[in-house]
Structure formats: structure tokens, C-alpha cells
Nanobody, 129 residues
Framework: QVQLVESGGGSVQAGGSLRLSCVYS????????VGWFRKVPGKEREGLVV????????NYADSVKDRFTISQDDAKNTLYLQMNSLKPEDTAMYHC??????????????????????WGQGTQVTVSS
């Protein structure tokens, strides 16, 4: 059973940084597309970055590619999202997600969050001006 648990959210002033963590339990015989998404009430879920576990190749949304960085620590079964230069518009609930995937399909998944079958419960990020 795939499980994902996020942590690391909180309140920060504009210009600050946060690092989110997602401890995961994935099937070791498969490759996955793992990613970070965010949701603001009343808006559609936004894909921030996806990464193919087979080779660690990331694909970022234009809105965050110069500020956010995804990384993975296999030894700790943890996915990270380093967020720098935070803005009030980054305020949202942040979720990690995972789905068995090929490398090509993972890139496609960035804008298609409905295809992810496993989600964490989310961690809230609030950025004040």
C-alpha cells in the first residue's frame, strides 16, 4: 500500500523559505512519478513539480521553477520541496502525490493531478506580506 505523509508547513513572511517533507512508502519494484501540488480553496489544484523516480528527472511549473526545488533522499524514503523567495500567493495547502509511471508520462502528469492515485493529507503553508 502506497502511503505519503507531508510535514514542514507553517507561517512565514514574504521572502522567506520553507522546506516541506513527504515520507513515502512505495513499491520497490516499480518506478513512480512523484510530485508536489497545492490547493487554494475555490481554485483548481496546481501542479508545482513532478519527478520520475527512475532517474530523478524533474519537471517544474513555470510559476515556481526559479524558486522551488524538488529532491529525494532514498535512504530516508523522503521527498523534499525547498521553497525560497516565498510570496503571499504561495499560501495554500501543499500535497505530495505518487503514481506508477513511465518517464514520459510523468512529465505529462504535471498538469493532470487527477491521474495520481496516492496522496498525502497535506501541509498548510501561509505566507504573510
Amino acid at each position: 500500500q502506497v502511503q505519503l505523509v507531508e510535514s514542514g508547513g507553517g507561517s512565514v513572511q514574504a521572502g522567506g523559505s520553507l522546506r516541506l517533507s513527504c515520507v513515502y512508502s512505495l513499491y520497490t519494484y516499480s518506478n513512480y512519478c512523484v510530485g508536489w501540488f497545492r490547493k487554494v480553496p475555490g481554485k483548481e489544484r496546481e501542479g508545482l513539480v513532478v519527478m520520475y523516480t527512475g532517474d530523478g528527472s524533474p519537471n517544474y511549473a513555470d510559476s515556481v521553477k526559479d524558486r522551488f526545488t524538488i529532491s529525494q533522499d532514498d535512504a530516508k524514503n523522503t521527498l523534499y520541496l525547498q521553497m525560497n523567495s516565498l510570496k503571499p500567493e504561495d499560501t495554500a495547502m501543499y500535497h505530495c502525490a505518487a503514481q506508477e509511471s513511465s518517464r514520459a508520462t510523468c512529465t505529462w502528469y504535471l498538469s493532470r493531478s487527477a491521474y495520481f492515485g496516492s496522496w498525502g493529507q497535506g501541509t498548510q503553508v501561509t505566507v504573510s506580506s
